[in-house]
Each structure stands twice: as C-alpha cells, then as structure tokens.
C-alpha cells in the first residue's frame, strides 16, 4: 500500500513558478514510476509527467520546456517544478506511483490569475 502527500499548491501570477512535491509512504518507491497529472473541472485528468524508476522522464507537449518533474528515492519524495505558468495551467495536480498498480495522491490545487 503505497499513500501520496502532495504540497505546493497554491496561487500564482502568470509568468511564476511553483515546486510541487509528493511524499509517498511504504517501501519500494524506488521501483514506482511517478507520475503527475491535472485536472480541471467538467475535464478529463491528464498526463502532465512522469518519472520512471531510472530516471527516463516523459512530458506532455504543452509543458515541454516549462515543467521539470525529478525525483529522490532517498527522500522518497518526487517533484514537479513549474516555470512560466499560464492561466490555462490551473486546475488540480495530482501525484500518481505506479508499480503493479496505480495509487493517487488527494490533489493540490494550482490557480493561477492575476
């Protein structure tokens, strides 16, 4: 059983950054890949990044170049910078670890406005 603490969140102005970060409890995180994903209301969740167990990341094309995600096995912690932030960027960020299965963190809100 794997359960993800995501932090980070909060109001930002276009052009800012964020660092999110998800705690993950349990043993083998080193094994997950880790992902993050959004979500904005009346709107289907979607792949921001994700982290394989070596390292390999994967971005969707509109945060190529803007979002960073990293991870530290020792810290058991993986991260999500986020650069140049567009009001279109807001909307619930969600942490997922998948291994045999997929867990989901509870969700941290990013708004960012003016």
């Known amino acids: 059983q794997v359960q993800l603490v995501e932090s980070g969140g909060g109001l930002v102005q276009p052009g800012g950054s964020l660092r999110l970060s998800c705690a993950a409890s349990?043993?083998?995180?080193?094994?997950?890949?880790m992902g993050w994903y959004r979500q904005v209301p009346g709107k289907q969740r979607e792949l921001v990044a994700t982290i394989t167990s070596i390292g390999i990341t994967n971005y969707a094309n509109s945060m190529k170049g803007r979002f960073t995600i990293s991870r530290d096995n020792a810290k058991n912690t993986v991260y999500l910078q986020m650069n140049s932030l567009k009001p279109e960027d807001t909307a619930v960020y969600y942490c997922?670890?998948?291994?045999?299965?997929?867990?989901w963190g509870q969700g941290t809100q990013v708004t960012v406005s003016s």
């Open positions: 349990g043993s083998n995180f080193s094994r997950y890949t």
């Open positions: 997922n670890a998948k291994y045999a299965r997929a867990y």
